[in-house]
């Protein structure tokens, strides 16, 4: 019984990834699917519509935005609509967090520090990792920063329990050359996972060698 829950457990570690990240997809594209689809469907005539249209024209659509939105024009234009949808009762109080979370992983951010760094503990010499979210002092309570040169640094817990915003001297900050989708991995595995590791695959059949030689 033992071997065989082994593999059981083994065979969801590996399926399981697999499986929710298609799933994800395959949400993606139906909600794209279903909500420009029926659009298209009600401007082009029935013969021209073919499914997975709806699907073609949002790729098109993202990429156009993203296109425009590197021109001036576009930006104030963006900037004032924004000011206007800001102006709504409960859109003004639910939009900007997600804004925010969502710009913190664009590519237009400007960044003038390395999102993933360590945070060193002055008592016990201690490390952990975190992601800086703001470097502007300005932008953060004057209580807690003052007149030092501070970062305002996120710390996750592993396996997403939570996490606690410190505000940092950057004197306690370095910065860690990590890519931020393997450092989240890294903190909400607690690093089970490891940094820089080749895929399991490739891990198995660079161990073929070894136990033949064995």
Not at 87 to 100: A, E, K, M
């Amino acid at each position: 019984m033992g071997v065989i829950t082994k593999n059981i457990l083994t065979g969801l570690i590996t399926i399981l990834p697999i499986t929710l990240t298609v799933y994800l997809l395959y949400w993606l594209a139906t909600s794209t699917e279903q909500l420009l689809g029926e659009q298209l469907q009600l401007l082009l005539p029935p013969e021209l519509y073919r499914p997975g249209l709806g699907v073609a024209v949002g790729v098109v659509l993202c990429l156009l935005v993203g296109m425009l939105m590197h021109t001036y024009v576009m930006q104030r234009l963006f900037a004032w609509s924004e000011g206007l949808f800001l102006r709504l009762p409960v859109i003004r109080s639910v939009y900007p967090t997600i804004r925010d979370f969502f710009e913190y992983f664009s590519p237009m951010r400007k960044k003038d520090f390395r999102q993933v760094v360590a945070v060193k503990l002055p008592e016990s010499g201690l490390e952990v990792v975190g992601l800086v979210t703001q470097t502007d002092r300005h932008r953060m309570p004057k209580d807690l920063v003052g007149d030092d040169d501070c970062v305002l640094v996120y710390l996750p817990m592993s396996y997403m329990i939570g996490g606690y915003t410190a505000v940092v001297p950057r004197a306690h900050v370095r910065e860690l050359d990590i890519p931020m989708d393997e450092a989240m991995r890294f903190i909400l595995t607690a690093g089970v996972t490891g940094v820089g590791v080749r895929n399991r695959s490739t891990l198995a059949a660079a161990d073929v060698p070894d136990k033949e030689a064995s």
